[in-house]
């Protein structure tokens, strides 16, 4: 069999649309070329920018130029609250309530030897004028004249000081509530709003921490089918908005006590407070309904109407010994409703 000449494959070769690159390889390019120091936190932050469309944002670090100081970089992380930049948040805040303090601590001190000097200076001068009868209206006048400045230096340096530890309440306040912020900025996935993965494995941990025990809740963790797939023949923009929506779905699907959080790209998990098997059944059931009823759509004006399904998988917390455990046996109850597409609802144990 004849091969191609050499320049015939050239042209083929040509001719054959290269790969896209990945997200990775694309964040990776932007972080080359202008020259970021390649840290997680930065890699969230061009993730954010490039393939979240976080728009500001991404003005933000383009207005910075090549080779951005990496302290310019963290404050815009620290600016949109980034899930990796709130224990950057943590520690420059704490180091800045620990000079707060150091700085009033400096201040009272100065405070105490202006007013032990004043002090002194008045036990001097009622000495002197004590032991000295015979001394004039004019020495005593400018005894009292040094003593009233005195005086003065000290209550201007107490106003000084007040105003200063005002303004320390007020910023460690703020202070306080920026590192609450961010600690809900940790708990919360930036794509859709709802809590995530940090989210629930404390609202797990916290369930078996109680004096009660854990048992009574169910814990239901939710994939969403060939969703690899979906995003391969829409686009991942389609993907992102149909992740919204159904966060926005499940958000409507809980009560006060409940929770759902989005604990990977295509996964979700419910925990339900004060429900047995029967009821956690009936729940994964409504859910999978749901799914199935509310998302359908046209992917553009053209295209034929798609849809998504899910498998669910249940675990009760009265059968596990611990939050892990607990994990565990709703990812296996999950992997079973995987492999088995006409039966997306598995129970663990059962």
């Not at 050239?10 to 390649?38: F, K, N, V, W």
């Not at 460690?172 to 912020?181: K, M, S, T, W």
């Not at 759509?297 to 399904?309: I, Q, R, V, Y």
């Not at 675990?315 to 607990?326: E, F, G, K």
Request: glycine letters at 6%; a neutral charge.
């Amino acid at each position: 069999m004849r091969t191609a000449p050499n320049s015939q494959v050239q042209r083929e070769a040509a001719q054959r649309p290269a790969s896209a690159p990945t997200d990775l390889q694309r964040i990776a390019q932007h972080m080359t070329r202008l020259a970021i120091a390649g840290l997680p936190r930065n890699y969230e932050l061009l993730h954010e920018a490039i393939i979240g469309q976080n728009a500001a944002l991404a003005q933000d670090i383009a207005a910075l130029g090549p080779s951005p100081r990496q302290a310019s970089l963290d404050e815009i992380g620290l600016k949109y609250r980034l899930v990796s930049h709130c224990g950057l948040a943590s520690e420059i805040s704490h180091a800045e309530t620990s000079r707060m303090l150091r700085d009033a601590a400096d201040r009272l001190s100065d405070s105490l030897r202006q007013k032990q000097a004043f002090l002194r200076a008045a036990e001097r001068t009622l000495q002197s004028i004590a032991g000295n009868a015979d001394q004039n209206l004019g020495a005593i006048m400018s005894e009292m004249e040094y003593l009233s400045t005195s005086l003065s230096n000290v209550l201007a340096s107490e106003k000084d000081i007040e105003a200063r530890l005002k303004s320390d309440v007020e910023r460690l306040e703020a202070i306080e509530l920026g590192i609450a912020a961010a600690h809900s900025a940790s708990a919360t996935d930036k794509l859709t709003g709802i809590p995530n993965r940090i989210a629930l494995n404390k609202a797990i941990a916290d369930l078996y921490e109680r004096e009660e025990g854990a048992a009574g809740s169910a814990l239901i963790m939710v994939d969403v089918d060939d969703f690899k797939a979906f995003n391969s023949r829409y686009g991942t923009q389609v993907g992102t908005r149909v992740l919204k929506k159904l966060a926005d779905l499940f958000r409507k699907s809980i009560k006060k006590n409940d929770l759902v959080a989005r604990i990977d790209g295509d996964e979700f998990a419910f925990l339900f407070a004060n429900v047995g098997m029967q009821e956690a059944l009936a729940i994964a059931d409504r859910l999978r309904a749901s799914v199935e009823d509310h998302m359908t759509f046209a992917a553009s004006d053209n295209a034929a109407s798609a849809g998504l399904t899910i498998s669910l998988g249940i675990a009760l917390s009265a059968d596990a010994t611990t939050a892990s455990q607990l994990q565990a046996n709703a990812r296996v109850a999950l992997h079973t409703a995987q492999s088995n597409r006409r039966q997306p609802v598995q129970a663990f144990g059962r």
